[in-house]
């Protein structure tokens, strides 16, 4: 099969998320550099893929991704309660996704699962694992893109660093 077959059977299992007024609200909160929808649909997408080479139920694993940080924050938030926001929201979007849509156990279990073993659910299926990894694979992509500038910065101010105290000890 190949991408745009893949991505149209994924759009198939998931087209009441995407078109939902409350999931689409998540693409007004940044998240990682993008928005949180986009965050959502890049793990629930790669997700997919995943479970689908391992044989695992592809239209759960592509509900609860999409599903799996379906919880708001505001920019009015304080430090402390997007701290907070870590190790709470799973729990909170599976309350979000239960009240706007049926979801299995298997799919609650990977929503809150997700930030296992920060969020102290374990996973108990397959595809929670794949949801589990994949996020944190996505979110670190993420958060590497958004701040590579200020990496290559910080590497030039090293060598520069580097470069004065070399040319003291001459």
């Given amino acids: 099969m190949n991408k745009m077959n893949n991505y149209e059977k994924f759009c198939s299992l998931v087209e009441d998320i995407l078109s939902n007024e409350h999931f689409n609200k998540l693409d007004l909160i940044e998240h990682h550099g993008t928005t949180r929808k986009e965050h959502c649909i890049k793990v629930a997408y790669n997700s997919f893929l995943v479970g689908k080479k391992l044989r695992l139920d592809t239209k759960e694993i592509a509900r609860a991704g999409l599903l799996h940080d379906f919880f708001m924050s505001y920019e009015n938030f304080s430090g402390k309660e997007r701290f907070l926001s870590f190790f709470t929201h799973p729990k909170y979007a599976a309350i979000n ?5 049926t979801l299995s156990d298997k799919e609650i279990n990977i929503i809150e699962a997700h930030m296992f073993p920060v969020y102290p659910c374990l996973p108990k299926y397959a595809e ?11 979110a670190a992509k993420e958060f590497i893109d958004s701040y590579s500038y200020i990496l290559k910065h910080a590497v030039n101010y090293l060598y520069i660093f580097l470069l004065i105290n070399l040319i003291r000890t001459i």
Wanted: aromatic share 12%.
């Fill in 97 to 101: 996704a239960k009240r706007e849509f």
């Fill in 128 to 138: 929670s694992w794949v949801i589990c990894i994949v996020d944190k694979v996505v």
